[in-house]
């Protein structure tokens, strides 16, 4: 397995190893092994996100040169951080989307607001009447580490799926936080595997926060390795890096946007223009106080046999929530009762699936695919 970097070479997994990797730590005392682990992934991940960072082209490749109108057209927003008070780079983007790309809709990848936890829930209604006035097309918003507690209370379900332009769009939050320190995972995937399953035979599109590629969550090796056996699913879309990242696995594209959030370098918006065999992604930054074109571009390309009709509706149709599953704070994942066994293990297949191990999801016979579909790994 190889993950490739759209039009810019490749980089092995297992060199991606190198740099991710957090084979068992010394114990100290004052510290949780989870903060342990999450200590020193950072710098590793910074480096391996900077290594698949999206590079600007001059002009554009090959592929995106024979682009004519698009079936639909949708953007990305990720990071906004909003504090309840300062807006100026919220508005900013809301304004440039709405008045110059004017897209289908737009979609929020998490850590919408950062805030006191007990203020996420008011934040988060400030934040969607603010976006409700600032855009005159649907959105659509996922939950990420920051802006978890209170989600629910404030947006109804982080998890929904929809139709649009030909591809079924699907939204997940994690429910469960390890100790607070953001690397989540589901403790049941159980309706997203139905959906994905029941939209079967059109290419499919995942938003969540935290990533896959680089791995920043526990769900990158549980969830994200099952995936890769989803033969429609095309690309996953998320934020939590604060960089713009791009990165393709087999068959399917990562894309992580850029923070929005006026703390943060490098602030943009991701335009995802679909056309019938493939999307066209392309970054547009804050230079000068406006919005500018990156000259990045990012290709989904789809199989043959989930090309889009050119005739497709860019409408939304089937709209519905999933069950709203509130985050709880879990020491581990699978009921596991010693953190240290825990990190070995999850060390362990880390390393596995960085360096192509049979591990990784393939079609394989089972007396109970449901249960296997489901059950940890």
């Known amino acids: 397995m190889r993950l490739v970097r759209n039009a810019w070479g490749a980089v092995s997994l297992s060199a991606a190893l190198a740099l991710s990797a957090i084979l068992p730590v010394v114990a100290d005392p004052g510290d949780s092994p989870f903060d342990r682990l ?180 526990v769900e990158a090796f549980r969830l994200g390795v099952r995936l890769a056996a989803e033969d429609d699913l095309v690309a996953v879309l998320t934020g939590h890096l604060h960089k713009d990242v791009s990165a393709r696995v087999g068959r399917i594209t990562h894309i992580t946007a850029p923070a929005i959030g006026r703390t943060h370098a490098g602030r943009g918006i991701k335009v995802y223009e679909v056309h019938p065999g493939h999307i066209t992604v392309k970054t547009w930054e804050v230079r000068g106080g406006a919005y500018a074109f990156a000259d990045k571009w990012q290709h989904i390309p789809f199989p043959r046999r989930l090309r889009l009709a050119k005739d497709a509706s860019p409408a939304i149709a089937d709209f519905r929530f999933g069950p709203a599953m509130p985050t709880k704070f879990a020491n581990m994942p699978d009921g596991t009762r010693d953190p240290e066994s825990w990190l070995s293990r999850t060390t362990r297949r880390w390393q596995e699936a960085l360096q192509g191990s049979p591990r990784l999801p393939r079609k394989e016979k089972s007396r109970d695919p449901k249960r296997d579909a489901r059950g940890p790994i």
């Open 38 to 217: 999450k200590d020193r992934l950072e710098g590793a991940l910074e480096r391996l996100a900077d290594a698949v960072a999206t590079k600007p082209q001059p002009e554009p490749p090959e592929w995106a040169r024979a682009d004519g109108k698009p079936i639909l057209t949708f953007a990305q927003i990720a990071d906004v951080h909003y504090d309840g008070a300062h807006r100026e780079d919220l508005d900013r983007a809301l304004a440039f989307l709405d008045r110059t790309i004017r897209p289908g809709f737009v979609l929020f990848a998490g850590d919408n607001v950062s805030c006191a936890w007990e203020l996420n829930a008011e934040n988060l209604r400030k934040l969607s009447a603010i976006v409700d006035a600032g855009l005159s097309m649907p959105w659509y918003m996922v939950k990420g580490d920051n802006d978890s507690e209170g989600y629910e209370e404030a947006l109804d379900s982080s998890n929904w799926s929809f139709d649009a332009g030909g591809i079924h769009f699907v939204g997940i939050g994690f429910d469960r936080d390890i100790e607070g320190t953001g690397m989540g995972y589901l403790s049941d995937p159980g309706w997203l595997l139905d959906d994905l399953a029941a939209a079967r035979g059109r290419p499919a599109i995942l938003l969540l926060h935290e990533p896959f590629v680089p791995p920043t969550c």
